[in-house]
């Protein structure tokens, strides 16, 4: 597994007029809405395989999507 940094990962993912803060990041991985993890209550670091896999809801369509 690789993991980012939350401010590299927005930066990254997100149109500098969209980006969200650092804070609704953590928020994000905490709720479970973006895989990664906390460490501390600043450090906070993205999943970026587990990101980049395609998520539709669907396990069977999700399976077909990442040729698994």
Known sequence: MAYVDAKTWANEEFHPNSRPDLRTVR????NGYVPGRIIGPRRVYINVDAWKKEQTGNDLADKVLNNQ
């Open 27 to 30: 928020d994000w991985v905490k």
